[in-house]
């Protein structure tokens, strides 16, 4: 029997979906014998006495889940996610020089730098790779601080705005859509597959009214078979350029092709959301917890582990 630590801030689970599938994650344990116990920030101490750590907190190298990571690295303890992958995913200018460093297929990127955010720059820009330009502050997650700029003058404002949080802004061409594929990968495997629908009159998966209320888009799960195969693997090349760890991995398809938005690192899973097809999902990540990699059961996106089924 082993003990299973899941680290978690309480105020990173906010929906009764994302608790749902911690309640599941623990009974899947408990049905193949282990111990899972929910450690919050003042059980930190505790981590050294446990065999495995799955870190469910919002993850940044400032926060106390990094510190939770190197914590459980430093004992030598099995934990997802590692702290390496955490200081990559977490700053996208690294995080995408890792994808094209492996040829991984993704949009025309630029990183800007102060001196590039210039109305004549930006004109260039614009004229060169098309309206609108996609900018992104290098530091953020959920869909924050990702924004659309049509002209010169957004292109400045929006960059320098960005540029208060870190010393390059990422610049993208924009592909329209009406949803983003998420390929969830566990150590070179695929792990579940799911489409996150945009909602009507927005351009993200996710997105805020004026007074900060999240509006969300439905989630629409899919059988590992049933997907194109190229889509999983440009998942798992995405995936594998950061490590071997868990990764939610978002792309968009244009024609029949896929190109990598972006590799998350602590990705959301939620209960009837990306288990909808894949309810091996928690025996899978149990099962690698403990060491037992290469048995998991359910391979084929049908998997029976848990028998429940429960998502994001």
């Known amino acids: 029997m082993a003990n299973i630590g899941v680290y978690i801030e309480r105020y990173t689970v906010t929906r009764s979906e994302e608790m749902g599938a911690l309640m599941k994650l623990g009974q899947v344990a408990h049905r193949l014998g282990h111990r899972l116990d929910f450690l919050f920030r003042p059980d930190m101490y505790k981590i050294p006495h446990y065999d495995a750590i799955f870190i469910r907190a919002l993850t940044d190298p400032m926060n106390s889940s990094y510190v939770a990571a190197r914590l459980a690295q430093l004992h030598k303890l099995p934990v997802i ?32 730098k102060e001196s ?30 990702v924004e659309r700029v049509y002209n010169p003058d957004e292109f400045v404002k929006v960059g320098k705005k960005y540029l208060r949080r870190a010393d390059r802004v990422v610049a993208q061409k924009y592909i329209h859509s009406e949803f983003d594929w998420r390929v969830g990968v566990l150590d070179g495997e695929p792990l579940y597959v799911c489409q996150y629908l945009i909602p009507k009159k927005r351009w993200k998966i996710l997105s805020y009214t004026e007074t900060g209320r999240e509006i969300y888009g439905n989630v629409k799960g899919f059988e590992l078979h049933k997907v194109n195969p190229k889509l999983l693997d440009t998942a798992i090349q995405a995936a594998n350029a950061i490590g071997r760890g868990l990764y939610g991995v978002d792309l968009k398809q244009v024609g029949d092709d896929f190109v990598v938005i972006e590799v998350n690192d602590n990705p959301t899973i939620a209960e009837d959301e990306e288990d909808q097809k894949a309810p091996h999902i928690y025996e899978k990540l149990i099962r690698y917890l403990v060491g037992e990699r290469g048995t998991h059961s359910g391979g084929n996106g049908n998997g029976g582990g848990n028998g429940n089924g429960n998502g994001n």
């Not at 702290?83 to 040829?103: F, Q, T, W």
């Not at 900018?135 to 953020?140: C, E, G, Q, S």
């Open 81 to 112: 996610d590692d702290p390496e992958s955490i200081i990559i995913c977490c700053d996208k200018v690294n995080m995408y020089r890792h994808l094209e460093k492996a040829g991984v297929p993704m949009p025309e990127t630029l990183y800007l």
């Open 116 to 145: 590039d955010l210039t109305a004549e720059y930006g004109a260039r820009l614009l004229d060169e790779k098309g309206s609108p330009l996609v900018l992104k502050a290098p530091n953020t997650s959920f869909s924050m601080y």
